[in-house]
C-alpha cells in the first residue's frame, strides 16, 4: 500500500535490506533512520546531489553523488577478469585506506625491507654481549627472531638468504642503518642491499611498533604457562588382550 502512494505521487523508494548499508546511505544524505513510518521532521531530511540508475558490468546499480558539503562516504567500484584478481584488487584498496588512515594518526616511518629488523637485531645482538647469565642466550634469540623478515624476502626472490643477512649485517655495522634489501636490483649482494633513502620503501612505525608488541605479548604468555594439560583417553570398551603369537597392528 505504502509503495503504491508513493508511486502515484512520484516518490523514489530504496529497498535496502542490509542495516550496515542504510547506515553509509544515511551517512552519505545525511538523513535520520525512522524505526517507524511517520512523517519526517526537516531535522531527519537529508539531500543529494543527484540519484540514478546505472549499469555497470551488466549489473544495475543505484549512484548516489553528493559532492557538496565535503562527503565522507565514497564507493570504489573495482573490476578483474576473475576473483583471485579482484581479491588482490580489494586487498591492495584496503590497504592502502589503512595506511592513510594510520598516517593521519601517527605519521612517523621507518625504514622498510627488513631494514628495521636487521637494525633491531643487531643492536639487540650486541646488548646480548654486556649480558651475564642465561639472560645473554634469550637475548640473542630474541635477536635472532628477527632475522625472519629478512631471510623470507631473499628465498621468496630467489637470493641466498645467508649471503644477503651477512651483507645486511656489514652494512649496517658500518653506520648505515637505512641499508634494505632492493628486489629491483641485480643479482650481486652490492645491487640487492641498498638505501632506503634511494628506493624509497618505508613502513609505518605505528604498524612496526605493534607488530613486535602483540608478538612479544603472546610469546610471553606462553612462556608464563606452568600448567600441562594433559588429554585423557576417551570412554569405552577396554581393548582385549591379543592371543600368544599374533602380532598388533
Known amino acids: 500500500m505504502a509503495l503504491h502512494f508513493c508511486d502515484r505521487y512520484k516518490l523514489m523508494v530504496l529497498k535496502i535490506s542490509s542495516k550496515f548499508e542504510l547506515r553509509r546511505f544515511c551517512r552519505t544524505t545525511g ?15 537529508g539531500f543529494v546531489d543527484s540519484i540514478s540508475v546505472e549499469e555497470i558490468g551488466g549489473s544495475r546499480v543505484t549512484v548516489v553523488r ?8 565514497a564507493t570504489v567500484v573495482l573490476r578483474g577478469s576473475t576473483d583471485s584478481i579482484l581479491d588482490d584488487l580489494e586487498r591492495a584498496v584496503d590497504d592502502g585506506v589503512n ?27 650486541e646488548f646480548s654481549f654486556k649480558e651475564t647469565g642465561l639472560d645473554q642466550y ?3 634469540k630474541f635477536a635472532e627472531s628477527f632475522e625472519l623478515v629478512p631471510r623470507t624476502l631473499a628465498e621468496n626472490a630467489g637470493l641466498k638468504p645467508m649471503d644477503i643477512i651477512s651483507n645486511l649485517y656489514e652494512k649496517h655495522a ?12 641485480d643479482d650481486s649482494e652490492d645491487c640487492v642491499c641498498k638505501d632506503v633513502s634511494t628506493v624509497n620503501v618505508w613502513d609505518l612505525y605505528v604498524t612496526k611498533f605493534l607488530a613486535l608488541k602483540y608478538a612479544a605479548d603472546a610469546a610471553w604468555t ?3 604457562v606452568d600448567q600441562i594439560i594433559m588429554a585423557k583417553p576417551a570412554g569405552g570398551p577396554a581393548r582385549r588382550d591379543q592371543p600368544a603369537g599374533m602380532d598388533e597392528d
Request: hydrophobic content about 40%; overall charge positive.
Open 31 to 45: 538523513t535520520s533512520a525512522l524505526l517507524k513510518l511517520s512523517q519526517p521532521k526537516p531535522d531527519d531530511l
Open 66 to 73: 553528493s559532492e557538496d558539503g565535503g562527503n565522507k562516504v
Open 99 to 125: 595506511t592513510y588512515k594510520a598516517m593521519c594518526r601517527d605519521s612517523r616511518i621507518v625504514p622498510g625491507a627488513a631494514a628495521t629488523e636487521i637494525e633491531l637485531a643487531r643492536r639487540l645482538k
Open 138 to 140: 634469550a637475548i640473542a
Open 174 to 185: 658500518s653506520g648505515n642503518a637505512k641499508v634494505d634489501i632492493d628486489l629491483r636490483g
Open 222 to 224: 606462553v612462556l608464563r
